[in-house]
């Protein structure tokens, strides 16, 4: 033991003083580290984890599972063994040597031959989840690592009596080239079945374009996210098609998990006490024009933000986003400048873009218990703060996060309320969204959303995830007798064709008011080390209506 113990204090050493070779590859926005970091934080093992940007590099993670490793007594049995299942996917970055398939060579091919294939299709179905998982192809050398593995999914669901599915298969390589540049590319192509009685496509697809003509009752649809990093002393630049996530809730008012992910160049820099964050990426507007001649038009449409996370102290962490929309003209040089402030910027540019800005903080007033809260500003007018003008448009969003130390759990709860015409503006090269989808809260303006949920590791392998929520959705649009007025419910809106009459009289919900509840099971397990099966039961009830949805999937990666 005491040696094991030696053995981590040096990496932990190596680590801070960057002296091991690592990759500086992104972790996935959706992977399970991210809860489970979070969860040790609120107990108070590193509640100076900042992780309110994501996705956070592989050396970065790293470095917080080994800081984790001197509370491990104080841990509950399964963290334990969580933590040393975390650890085991960090092999790189703490100095372990090769891949245990590359004894004999620096490369290995899974297909290249029959015995290499046999072993891997029996290590498959065999191996136990703290081995590390296999490669079609994997490539170590001093200074280069490289590996490409397939996935395939497949996902059967239910709606009361009417059953559908969804298949994904693809293939994503990662590259370490040296000390300081990565690379990761993917690529998937989606079969999904639709019968007549439910034509809502699944949460699976992400916003691309989807083909759902070609055979009937049949939508395919397909998608590539990479990235280059850059990373040294000056930080980490990248330029990506990549998911990007910024805020402290489960779901984000400034740049969301359900966000479709767009092209940007990207700047990340860790300073002792705060993190700085730069982004600059292309949109697309929701509609366009077609000639003959030049076929569609699209007008040009940019996003530019930046987001501060400070330290204040271990226990109390503040963020300041700042975040700008702007198009129909080439990218603006002063918007360039990572370090610039935005607000004064637009100002100075003519006051014609549309920009917002988020307030965010979050306490550790006790161990196992994290207080969070982030007000998102896109217009407000202080001589009528607290009247229902219409251009008071801004979100709140408030939390807590309990984790026991003495259960492998988590219980969340949030409550977030938007007023309408947030996120909209006068021109759709100006809305906060990206192929007409919202770039922020997921359900858009005019919405109030209340969420609940408990996490629940039984094991290394095996999850429970119990959730609840409530939403309450206004409408789109309001008839006055005469015609139709969008009343800011939906961000693609023009706020300039609203009804005036209603300018003093939006409240934070408009128009007919839909509410949804819903009760939600899902276990997640890990049969092996390459193979995960997960399904969910979830009773969901709209305005006084009861459905049922159920699902089945298994994920298989190689």
Known sequence: ?????????????????????????????????????????????????????????????????????????KMHRVDRNLLEDFLGEYRVELGRGKHPDLSESDSRLGIGSWKNFKEDMHCLFVCDTYEEEKHIYLHESENTIFWINSDFTFIGEGKNNIVRFIDRLGAEASMQLGKHVSLFVDGY????????????????????????????????????????????????????????????????????????????????????????????????????????????????????????????????HAT?????????????????????????????????????????????????????????????????????????????????????RSLPMDVITELTAVHPWTYAHKYEFTSYTHHGKDLGFFMGPNTRFLTSRINYDLSVKNKLIFAYHQCWEGADVLNDGVRDYPI???????????NRDLDNATTWLMGDIQIERSFGLAWEHRLRNQIEIRTSCELREINDQFDVYYSLGINTRY
């Open 1 to 73: 033991m005491l040696g094991k113990n030696t053995y981590i204090r040096a990496t932990v050493l190596l680590l801070l003083t960057s002296c091991l070779f690592s990759m500086q590859l992104f972790v996935p926005i959706d992977d399970a580290v991210y809860p489970y970091l979070e969860r040790q934080a609120t107990r108070g093992f590193i509640p100076e984890f900042l992780n309110d940007s994501k996705p956070l590099q592989r050396d970065e993670v790293a470095f917080w599972l080994v800081k984790l490793h001197d509370f491990e007594k």
């Open 189 to 316: 192509f989606f079969h999904h079945f639709l019968p007549d009685e439910w034509r809502e496509i699944s949460d699976e697809f992400a916003g691309y374009w989807i083909n759902d003509y070609a055979v009937k009752n049949f939508a395919t649809f397909d998608r590539s996210e990479a990235y280059m990093n850059v990373s040294g002393d000056f930080g980490t630049f990248t330029l990506a098609h990549y998911p990007i996530v910024w805020g402290s809730g489960l779901h984000s008012l400034i740049l969301a998990e359900e966000a479709i992910p767009f092209g940007s160049l990207r700047w990340i820099k860790t300073f002792k006490n705060f993190k700085y964050s730069f982004v600059h990426g292309t949109l697309l507007a929701n509609n366009y024009t077609w000639t003959e001649a030049e076929g569609k038009h699209y007008p040009p449409k940019y996003l530019v933000g930046h987001n501060i996370e400070i330290k204040f102290t271990p226990r109390f």
């Open 320 to 404: 300041f986003t700042e975040m700008i929309v702007y198009g129909n003209r080439l990218p603006e040089p002063s918007y360039l400048v990572p370090s610039i402030f935005l607000w004064p910027t637009e100002h100075a540019l003519s006051d014609r873009d549309n920009k917002m800005i988020q307030l965010g903080a979050e306490i550790f007033p006790l161990n196992g218990l994290r207080v969070y809260g982030n007000v998102l500003l896109d217009e407000l007018v202080f001589g009528k703060i607290f009247k229902d003008f219409w251009a008071n448009k801004y979100a709140l969003q408030g939390g807590f996060q309990w984790s026991p």
């Open 488 to 498: 800011g419910g939906d961000s693609n809106q023009n706020y300039e064709e609203r």
